[in-house]
């Protein structure tokens, strides 16, 4: 089961729109999507984000709120695993609203599209644009909740063909990948690779010791190039060292993250700045390293 949401603004807990895409025995059974009334006290709808996906606090007045949303969203899983394209964030979106309605986190188990990916084909970049391309899939309407959802579930699809894999568990172990994990309890995991560990991914010298270590941006190495338009260069920096991110200057044998802020989305073909064609000679050479658009980047940067 495929699940993508889109937020009002920066926060998590601010979801307006979701899309879900429903797998079984490999085919796509049925889609299911709405747009969500977000939590009152996170409703405001900011500048960049309606900049992407186009939804405005007009379109979602009649919408149902978050609890209503979230009973349909277990309704239609009906049980089954979600994935989600770099579930940190959607996950993080059902965590972050269900405490902002003061509500029980619910007991899910999913895994993330992005993760596999990375384990399956070797990119420049792990937007679900790029991933989408890899396998061989049309994605037109990038940021349409129902759109990205079956975006997500066609790229886990064509991974397991990849991998010869006959199912999800399959895929995973294959991969060694956990699956992750939240109950009511308040309790959750991230589905990461499993050599992801705590004890091997370390904050950079000037990041904050005390991080999340399982956050998306924990422990890299993470250049900006261009001017961000969702806030200033300065800002982004303190950003990145909260949350166990170390930014640099220039694009190195070191960096890990290659931050693309001339561009809102970025997809295969677009022209590169002169940095991301230094990371693309690097990432030929063997170096891990990727590139994100700036709506990819806050993302994963969390709020």
């Not at 059902?94 to 188990?109: F, M, N, Q, V």
């Not at 999800?168 to 294959?174: I, N, P, T």
């Not at 260069?233 to 930014?247: F, M, T, Y």
């Amino acid at each position: 089961m495929a699940i993508d949401f889109e937020t009002a603004n920066e926060h998590r807990g601010s979801p307006c729109a979701v899309g879900m895409t429903k797998v079984v025995d490999g085919r796509i059974t049925d889609t299911w999507g709405t747009l969500i009334q977000p939590p009152a006290d996170l409703s405001h709808f900011n500048a960049f984000n309606v900049a992407v996906h186009r939804i405005t606090s007009d379109a979602v007045a009649g919408a149902p709120d978050w609890k209503a949303t979230l009973s349909e969203i277990l309704a239609f899983a009906d049980g089954l695993p979600l994935v989600a394209h770099n579930a940190g964030f959607d996950m993080g979106v059902i965590r972050a609203a269900c405490t902002a309605e003061g509500l029980a986190w619910p007991e899910l188990r999913y895994t993330c599209s992005q993760v596999i990916a990375r384990r399956t084909w070797k990119l420049l970049s792990y937007s679900l644009p790029y991933c989408t391309d890899a396998a061989g899939v049309v994605l037109d309407n990038h940021h349409n909740a129902d759109a990205d959802a079956t975006a997500s579930a066609e790229v886990m699809l064509a991974a397991m063909r990849t991998a010869e894999a006959d199912s999800l568990d399959a895929l995973l172990s294959g991969h060694q990948v956990r699956w992750g994990w939240m109950t009511p309890a308040g309790e959750w995991q991230g589905s990461h690779h499993k050599g992801r560990s705590a004890g091997a991914r370390t904050p950079l010298p000037g990041a904050n010791p005390d991080a999340d270590p399982d956050g998306e941006l924990y422990g890299a190495a993470v250049c900006i190039t261009g001017t961000l338009t969702s806030m200033t260069r300065d800002e982004a920096l303190r950003k990145l060292a909260e949350v166990g991110a170390q930014p640099e200057k220039n694009v190195t044998k070191k960096t890990s993250i290659l931050v693309s802020a001339s561009q809102t989305q970025l997809k295969p073909g677009d022209a590169l700045s002169g940095k991301a064609k230094k990371a693309q000679a690097l990432l030929e050479t063997g170096q891990e390293i990727e590139v994100l658009d700036e709506d990819e980047f806050l993302r994963r940067l969390g709020g």
